[in-house]
């Protein structure tokens, strides 16, 4: 996968994608809105890969949020399709991705940054990094999903004060607050991030495609996640997986699961 805007490595299952713009601490262009999008519709497709990790270039940023330079002299027709389709290719596609995304959040998560990072399943961070939405500060409000998002993460009056204050938490103020699952070293983000990814790997992805269906029915519209979870744990006794993972347990072994 050859991108201008990422890059895209493939390895023991984990597909790590960077957003590479570092001069311009990583934040998201028309050009890698698209790109991540191409990139996670390869990813979607290849069997090999199980499980995908999300992080920025650099030392400073993860993704210091769109790039206002863009957006900058947008109509108000521009601003609503930008949010539009950027929630659609990239943040909703991301959160409702059939593969565990995990965010690996190595420095400024800003705005748009903090917004793909709430869109993936869930978050680790290294302790420089800083998250926050600034969008009033600039006379916009976040428009990637991160006004619903923050709530559901660190609920309603934490999401408010940080929305309304434009201001920045510490990594270990993410962490008590549920914005972030752990906080660690730089040096050990990404094999902290590799550890779990593997952790998660051994177990039936079938299942974990149907897990992920049903959490999210509990945060979509008219959708009623309990109907959603029974009708994936249904499915779940279709599948070789069940017959697998059942069937090592009674004969005392390991799994060893097609992933069908
Ligand atoms: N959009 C476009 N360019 C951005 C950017 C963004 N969201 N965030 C940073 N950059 C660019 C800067 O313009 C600068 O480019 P230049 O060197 O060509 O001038 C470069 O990235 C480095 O940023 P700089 O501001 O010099 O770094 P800093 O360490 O002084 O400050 C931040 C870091 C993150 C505090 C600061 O860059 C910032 O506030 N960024 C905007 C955050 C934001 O409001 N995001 C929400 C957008 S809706």
Redesign the pocket.
Same mark, same amino acid.
Do not use: N, Q, R
């Given at each position: 996968m050859n991108f201008k805007n990422i890059l895209v490595n493939q390895e023991n299952g984990i597909a790590t994608v960077t957003i590479n713009r570092p001069? $311009?601490?990583n !934040?998201l262009n028309k050009l890698t809105i698209e790109e991540l999008h191409e990139a996670l519709v390869q990813i979607e497709m290849q069997e090999t890969i199980k499980v995908v990790i999300l992080t920025g270039s650099g030392e $400073? !940023?993860f993704v !210091?949020? !769109?790039?206002? %330079?863009e957006f900058a002299h947008f109509s108000v027709n521009d601003g609503g399709r930008l949010a539009a389709k950027g929630q659609e290719m990239v943040f909703d596609f991301i959160e409702n991705f059939s593969k565990p995304v995990i965010a690996a959040v190595n420095g400024?998560a =800003? @705005? @748009?940054?903090l917004e793909l990072a709430m869109a993936c399943h869930f978050r680790m961070a290294s302790d420089n990094a800083k998250m926050g939405l600034?969008?009033v %500060? =600039?006379g916009?409000i976040p428009g990637y999903g991160g006004t619903q998002r923050l709530p559901q993460l660190v609920g309603k009056g934490k999401a408010m004060e940080l929305i309304m204050t434009a201001g920045m938490i510490s990594a270990d103020e993410a962490l008590n607050c549920g914005l972030v699952n752990h906080v660690t070293t730089p040096e050990d983000l990404l094999p902290l991030t590799q550890k779990i990814a593997h952790k998660i790997m051994r177990n039936s992805l079938v299942a974990i495609r149907g897990a992920i269906k049903a959490v999210n029915a509990c945060y979509t519209d008219g959708v009623n996640g309990y109907e959603t979870e029974v009708e994936a744990f249904g499915n779940c006794f279709g599948t070789e997986d069940f017959k697998e993972g059942t069937t090592a347990f009674l004969e005392k072994r390991k799994a060893d699961f097609p992933g069908r």
């Open positions: 001069t $311009k601490l !934040a $400073k !940023a !210091a949020g !769109a790039d206002i %330079s400024f =800003l @705005g @748009g940054g600034p969008e %500060s =600039l916009v």
